[in-house]
């Protein structure tokens, strides 16, 4: 039998390492945890390392052009020492962190595959780079990322994410290129002189602070800043263009701004500006385009110096302003107002999700005095990932790649009557979530009280000439609000209520009284008391504890100072 075991563990691990380099093929060495070296420097030019089992650093020889390895997946390679290669090609099919540096010379590539996640702590990279990311990548510095020069690119897929909320500022520098198809989520963001930062149809890039641009970039998708305040550095926030160089921003799309917005280098609008309440815009340059829309919520609104909205179609509104348009216009071209189209409508960006939600509070459960909500959130227009439900302190997600209504669970809530509200929200703070009220049940604790708790006297049991057997009886009558209905008097609980030995057994109805000890558990001795737990039978939180006073023996004699004395007839 255990040769059978061990042969289907075998028979497992191949499989599993075949699985594996089924997506790591032509393997010129391969690294599978068993024996294996980590000094890889011999392999040549072209030749490809496939790692087939978790792995530190390991080293290859730097001057040997177009090295290709392969991470399978389900694998993890932590490099924390420098990587120096030549044109080197990297596929990550399971994990790559890359702590250590990078020193690359020609081009060289880092692909990560669906499901498969790249974390790196880089915060220079100004190599001939392509990482062409359809997973996941996560930058995890704490300090400001800077990727310039040497031709770097990052192409960001459909489904595929850029995380980099660690940094407190990410820039996309002179001579890189960015696109992206999926999501990329940053604390702050400024497009430094890049050569372009595309934003396709599909993407939805979300800045916590600030967005700076003085470089190209184009939005066909979503771009979002959403103010959030908990992030790194002290940037505030700020939607900001700037006039450094001849780069151009252009929007055809969507974005919405949580923050100031101070458009202070030229920019094409052809899509819509959505501005939060409470943020002002001010435009020192030209804004241009065709069928292009500003809506500004609840700031202020000026246009100075060279700024002007001029275009085709350009339409703007003001909500807070009289007649809805700027608050104040640049006296240089007073006339451009006029050919400005007033449209207050709704100005919601169709990227934000639909959002509804039901909640339906369980019974109270008198043990815990908690109960469980459950739910169902239903939604529209959501992008594949998940939605946050929270009630108070507990929070749970519920995925929006299903179809809709999706249902939760919360566990654990405290039962106490009063008014909750559950909420739903997306992974953008600058959506609307959506919520309901209701009342949570009525505590259920169970509370007992003790109306009675007497001792009796010394019983001797029937055996005068002995006191090891004297023994006395309690008496305990019991109420409790929320009780189940009965009660027990146990002796040698344990401290949380529950164990020890119950002297009546099956428990006894609450309002009736009940005497134990007829057992002689209770000992009289004049030296032992008792402490006897009196708890519900279902609930042993549900408790008191009365301790017993010791009771004297009361056999009236001891067997040596008095013998037995019989009397025989003559």
Known sequence: MKTRFYLLILCITLLGKQLAVAQCTTCTRSYTGVGSGTDFSSLNSGETLCILANVGNISIDQNKTGIRICVAPGVTWTQTNALAANSISITVNGTFVLNGGLNLNGNSTIAVSAGASLSTNLTNINAGLLINNAGQVTFT?????????GSFTFANGAGATLTATAPPNFVAGNSTTYTNAGTMVFSSLEDSEANSFINQSTGVITVYRTFYNHGGFTNNGLLQTTCVPAQNGTLGCEFRTGDKGAKQFISNNCITVKGTVNIDGPIVLNGLLD????????????????????????????????????????????RNTTGNRFDTYSANYPNDQAAIVVDCSPSACSTCPTLAVTAMPGACVPATNQYTLTGSVSFTNAASGSLTVTDGVR?????????????????????????????????????????????????????????????????????????????????????????????????????????????????????QAVTVGAGRQLSANNSTTYPITIRDATNTACRQVRTTVAVASCSPCESVLCPKVSLTRQ
């Open 141 to 149: 510095a704490n300090s400001a990322v800077t990727t310039t020069g």
């Open 275 to 318: 501005i939060a309440t409470g943020y002002d815009l001010s435009i020192t340059k030209i804004v241009t385009g065709t069928n292009g829309r500003i809506v500004v919520n609840g700031g202020a609104s000026r246009a100075a110096n060279d700024g002007r909205y001029i275009g085709t179609n350009m339409r703007f509104c003001d």
């Open 395 to 511: 929070s749970t997600t519920v995925s929006t790649s299903g179809s809709s209504p999706q249902s939760y669970t919360l566990t654990g809530l405290t039962a106490n009557a009063a008014s909750h509200t559950v909420t739903v929200t997306s992974s953008s703070t600058a959506c609307t979530p959506a919520s309901v009220t209701y009342a949570a049940p009525a505590s259920c604790s169970c509370s007992l009280s003790i109306q009675t708790f007497s001792q009796s006297g010394c019983q001797a049991n029937g055996t005068d000439a002995t006191s090891a057997d004297d023994y006395f009886l309690v008496t305990v009558q019991a109420t409790a609000v929320n009780g189940s209905g009965r009660y027990e008097l146990v002796l040698n609980a344990n401290s949380d209520g529950s164990g020890g030995t119950v002297l009546n057994a099956g428990g006894t109805a609450y309002g």
